[in-house]
C-alpha cells in the first residue's frame, strides 16, 4: 500500500510539473530558438537575462503619456537584477531605415541598431524589434551606476540609479514644440526637434540643486517630480502652474483664467507649498504620487500623494467655472479615506468628456482624474477632482496588497455609449483594475459592469470582477504587477514571488464561449506580433473559456 501511494504521489508531481512546463515555456522557434537557454552575453559582454528577466528590478509603460497608444508602437524596457537598462521591446524606431525617418518616436532605443542584427529579430513589414537591448547610450554615459527605476514617457525615457542620479535622453521635444519641453532638464535649453540621435540619445543627468541623491521620481509629459534622501521632493518641466506645487510660481490673479500662462522651470525646484511632502517609495512600482499629464491646460491640473503620515493630500486650482472659469486661489486639503484608513498605494484614470449635470448634457466636459487608493484595510477607493469625498469601491470580500490602473487612458475620447444620463458620471467611470489579493494569488481582473457576452449585464455603476489562478495558468504567488500600454491591446507584467520570473498575461472579463484562438496578431494588430517574439511564444486565448492570453514567461532573447 506504501508503494502504491509513493507511485501516486510521484505521478501527481509529474503531471504537475508537465503542465507547469507547458504554460510557460512555449518558445517561438523562428526567432528565439536558444533561448531562455542561451549562454551568450550581449555584444557590450553584459549578461543577458533570457531565464525568464528573473528578477527584473522594473518595467517602463506608459502610464506618463499623455494619450493611449497601441502596443507595439512605443518601445518598453526593463532594468535588469544586475542594474542594467535594456530597451527594445515594441520599438517602431528599430530598423536603420527608420531612424531619422519622421518616424513616430525617434531616438529613444539607446543606441543605432546594426542591420544585421535588428533584421534577425525584426518584421519588416512592421518595425517592430522582438527584443531588447542594453541600452549603450546608458553604459557608456553612466559609468559606473547601475538602476532601479525606469519610467517611459512621449519620446524619452527617464532611469533613476541606485547611486541616486537621475538621466533622460530622447528628442522631448516635438516639431510644433508642445509636448514636453523642459522636461530634459538644463540640457532642454539646447534641445530641438530637428536634431540626429546622435545628440539626442546622448545621456542628460538632472542633478540635484543641493548635491544629495535623488530617492525616488515621477515622469510625465510636461512635468517631473522626485524626492531626495531628505524627504524633500522637488519638480521641473514646463506646464499649467497647477501642475507645480512651489513658491517659485507667480499665481494668477482673481481676474485672470485658471489656466492662464505656463510655468517653466529646467533646474529641479522644491515643491514647498505643500502642507506635508509625498512619501518616498520604496520601489518604483508602489507609486505614491500622481500628477496631471496634459500640457494643454484644458482640465483640472492637480496632483494627489500620500504624504509622509500616510494619509492623502491634493493641490489645486479652485475656480470660478470649470472651462472658462476665473482664477480663486491655489488649495491643499486632505482627502480623508473612510474610517481613517491610511493608504498605500495611488492610481490615476482619466476622463476625457466630464459632466458633472444629471441628467448629464449632450455637451462635453473638461479633462478630469480619477484617482485610486489602496488603503491599510486592504480595500480600494476612489475620488475625483482632487476633491472630498473618497468612496469605497465594491469589489467582493477581497483584502488586497497591491493594484494598478490597467489603462488610465479608458476613457481617452469620450465616455462608453452605455451610460446612463440620469446617473453621475463619477458613479459610472470606472477604470478597469489588475489586483493582488493579501497573499499574493489569484489575479483579480475588475471591469466596468456591462454584457459579459453571456446576455447579462451588469449595471455600470458596478465592477465585473473574475479571478484568474491555476486553473487559468496563473500557478505563482504575484508580488509585483505593472501595467504595459493600454488595456484594450497591452498586457499586464507579473512577477513571481516563487521564483522572480516574470510573465505577462492580457485577462480580459468575457464569458463568451469561444473556440481556441491562436496568432500573433492580437487584437487584429499587425505591430502587436512583437509581443509573441518579445514573450518567446504564440499570443493564444487559454482556452473558450474568460477570454485571456497567457501567463507567458518573458524572455529577451540575442546573439
Same mark, same amino acid.
Given at each position: ?54 528578477? &527584473? %528590478?522594473?518595467? =517602463?509603460?506608459? !502610464?506618463?503619456?499623455?494619450?493611449? @497608444?497601441?502596443?507595439?508602437? #512605443?518601445? /518598453? ?34 543606441? &543605432? %541598431?546594426?542591420? =544585421?542584427?535588428? !533584421?534577425?529579430?525584426?518584421?519588416? @513589414?512592421?518595425?517592430?524589434? #522582438?527584443? /531588447? ?54 540640457? /532642454? ?371
Amino acid at each position: 500500500m506504501k508503494t502504491t501511494k509513493t507511485n501516486i504521489i510521484l505521478m501527481l508531481l509529474l503531471l504537475v510539473s508537465m503542465a507547469t512546463l507547458a504554460q510557460t515555456t512555449v518558445t517561438l522557434q523562428s526567432a528565439c530558438a536558444t533561448c531562455p537557454n542561451s549562454t551568450t552575453t550581449s555584444p557590450f559582454s553584459e549578461p543577458t537575462p533570457c531565464d525568464g528577466l528573473k528578477d &527584473a %528590478r522594473d518595467f =517602463s509603460s506608459g !502610464v506618463g503619456i499623455e494619450s493611449a @497608444n497601441k502596443a507595439g508602437i #512605443y518601445s /518598453s524596457g526593463f532594468i535588469s537584477k544586475e542594474g542594467i537598462v535594456y530597451i527594445g521591446w515594441y520599438n517602431y524606431d528599430a530598423l536603420a531605415a527608420n531612424v531619422g525617418a519622421g518616424t513616430l518616436e525617434r531616438c529613444v532605443s539607446g543606441q &543605432a %541598431r546594426p542591420v =544585421s542584427t535588428t !533584421v534577425t529579430y525584426s518584421k519588416n @513589414n512592421d518595425g517592430a524589434m #522582438y527584443t /531588447s537591448f542594453p541600452a549603450k547610450n546608458v553604459l557608456i554615459g553612466a559609468p559606473g551606476q547601475t538602476f532601479k527605476a525606469i519610467q517611459k514617457v512621449r519620446d524619452a525615457y527617464f532611469i533613476l540609479s541606485d547611486q541616486g542620479k537621475i538621466y533622460n535622453w530622447g528628442p522631448t521635444v516635438s516639431a510644433d514644440g508642445i509636448h514636453m519641453r523642459a522636461v530634459a532638464g538644463p540640457a /532642454s535649453q539646447t534641445l530641438a526637434p530637428n536634431l540626429d540621435c546622435s545628440t539626442l540619445e546622448v545621456l542628460r543627468e538632472v542633478v540635484h540643486p543641493q548635491g544629495k541623491k535623488w530617492k525616488s521620481m515621477q515622469a510625465y509629459t510636461c512635468v517631473v517630480y522626485a524626492g531626495d534622501e531628505s524627504g524633500q521632493w522637488w519638480c521641473w518641466g514646463e506646464g499649467p502652474k497647477a501642475s507645480f506645487p512651489t513658491s517659485q510660481v507667480t499665481l494668477p490673479s482673481t481676474s485672470e483664467s485658471w489656466y492662464i500662462g505656463n510655468a517653466k522651470f529646467y533646474t529641479p525646484v522644491q515643491m514647498d507649498v505643500l502642507p506635508r511632502q509625498p512619501r518616498i517609495p520604496q520601489s518604483d512600482d508602489q507609486q505614491t504620487l500622481v500628477g496631471a499629464v496634459s500640457s494643454r491646460g484644458n482640465g483640472v491640473e492637480f496632483l494627489s500623494y500620500i504624504g509622509t503620515d500616510s494619509l492623502i493630500y491634493t493641490y489645486r486650482y479652485d475656480y470660478t467655472s470649470r472651462t472658462s472659469g476665473t482664477f480663486i486661489r491655489a488649495t491643499s486639503q486632505n482627502i480623508p479615506l473612510p474610517g481613517n484608513v491610511k493608504a498605500l498605494k495611488i492610481q490615476r484614470g482619466h476622463v476625457y468628456n466630464y459632466r458633472t449635470q444629471t441628467p448629464l448634457s449632450n455637451f462635453g466636459g473638461p479633462e478630469v482624474s480619477i484617482d485610486y487608493v489602496l488603503g491599510t484595510d486592504g480595500k480600494i477607493y476612489r475620488f475625483a477632482e482632487g476633491l472630498p469625498p473618497a468612496t469605497s469601491v465594491a469589489l467582493g470580500n477581497y483584502t488586497f496588497q497591491d493594484f494598478i490602473v490597467k489603462d488610465p487612458y479608458e476613457f481617452n475620447t469620450d465616455a462608453p455609449g452605455y451610460l446612463d444620463n440620469n446617473i453621475s458620471m463619477f458613479d459610472q467611470m470606472l477604470h478597469a483594475l489588475d489586483l493582488v489579493p493579501v497573499g499574493g494569488s489569484p489575479l483579480v481582473v475588475a471591469k466596468r459592469g456591462g454584457d459579459m457576452g453571456n446576455g447579462v449585464a451588469t449595471p455600470g455603476t458596478l465592477y465585473d470582477v473574475m479571478e484568474f489562478g491555476p486553473a487559468q495558468g496563473v500557478n505563482f504567488k504575484i508580488s509585483k504587477l505593472w501595467s504595459s500600454t493600454t488595456a484594450g491591446s497591452g498586457f499586464t507584467i507579473l512577477k513571481s514571488a516563487d521564483t522572480g520570473h516574470s510573465y505577462g498575461i492580457k485577462a480580459n472579463i468575457e464569458t463568451g464561449v469561444r473556440p481556441n484562438y491562436r496568432s500573433g496578431n492580437v487584437a487584429g494588430s499587425g505591430a502587436q506580433a512583437s509581443m509573441s517574439i518579445a514573450f518567446g511564444a504564440d499570443w493564444n486565448f487559454y482556452n473558450n473559456e474568460p477570454q485571456y492570453y497567457g501567463p507567458y514567461k518573458l524572455i529577451n532573447c540575442q546573439n
